[in-house]
């Protein structure tokens, strides 16, 4: 197995669909809607058919699960290459863009007054990270049905102002959804938040860590640079 693909597989199993079925090596998801990720065939290595079969599955899929056909793509492989000749195209309309950076590094252990990583998401952690404190029954799968998770919150002025969320899959830490309140931006509170984060997962057994943002985000890549990461990939989703 390729290190682009065994990447991929660790990441997705960080972040669970509610309906997840192999399509030869690919992998159907489905989960309500709720993010590109967990909506979208993942289609890295085999898929066991002809790629042109494997998307007619794939649209089968969405169809049964009330969401919209879409294939995640690594750029540059074979299976892009094989999706552009179906006839299928880059999704440009995407919420979060056309295009994704994967990246990794390590993990640079630290602490940070008002940090710390929770074992169960507060209301305020959904509030920051998911936009909600009544989560659906998708956000909360996707993002706290998976053993090995932890909620990273950080206070200012007596109140949550930053959440992240990171699970630990093997020795590697998936980070997601990380948010500080406008009103706390630009405070070195995302890097100590992250920090800390990696200090709890170094416990956990991870040695190194991946994040997947759209690559309109230069924040959040220039945020990432600073702690040691390095584009590894990217991946664009199409549609028919």
């Not at 009544?134 to 002025?157: E, F, I, K, M, N």
């Not at 630009?186 to 920090?195: E, I, V, W």
């Amino acid at each position: 197995m390729d290190e682009i693909t065994r990447l991929d597989r660790l990441c997705a199993a960080a972040w669970p669909a509610l309906v997840d079925e192999p399509l030869g090596d690919w992998r159907m998801r489905a989960a309500g809607g709720f993010t590109g990720r967990a909506n979208s065939t993942l289609t890295t290595g085999d898929p066991g058919v002809d790629v042109a079969e494997a998307l007619r599955r794939t649209v089968d899929f969405a169809e049964v699960h009330g969401i919209r056909p879409c294939a995640h793509v690594i750029m540059g492989s074979p299976a892009e290459a094989a999706i552009d000749r179906s006839g299928w195209a880059v999704n440009t309309d995407h919420p979060g863009g056309a295009e994704s950076l994967v990246m990794t590094g390590p993990l640079v252990a630290g602490s940070h007054p008002g940090a710390a990583v929770l074992d169960t998401p507060s209301d305020e952690w959904w509030e920051l990270a998911a936009g909600t404190q009544t989560p659906t029954a998708a956000q909360r799968h996707v993002l706290s049905s998976t053993p090995g998770v932890g909620y990273g919150v950080v206070y200012g002025d007596n109140q949550p102002v930053g959440a992240v969320r990171g699970a630990v899959v093997g020795d590697l830490l998936h980070v997601s959804r990380l948010a500080v309140r406008p009103s706390h931006r630009r405070l070195g509170l995302a890097a100590g938040l992250l920090r800390v984060l990696y200090t709890w997962a170094a416990g956990k057994g991870a040695r190194r860590q991946a994040l997947q943002v759209a690559i309109g985000n230069t924040a959040a890549i220039r945020l990432y640079s600073t702690l040691g990461c390095v584009e590894h990939h990217r991946y664009r989703y199409w549609i028919p």
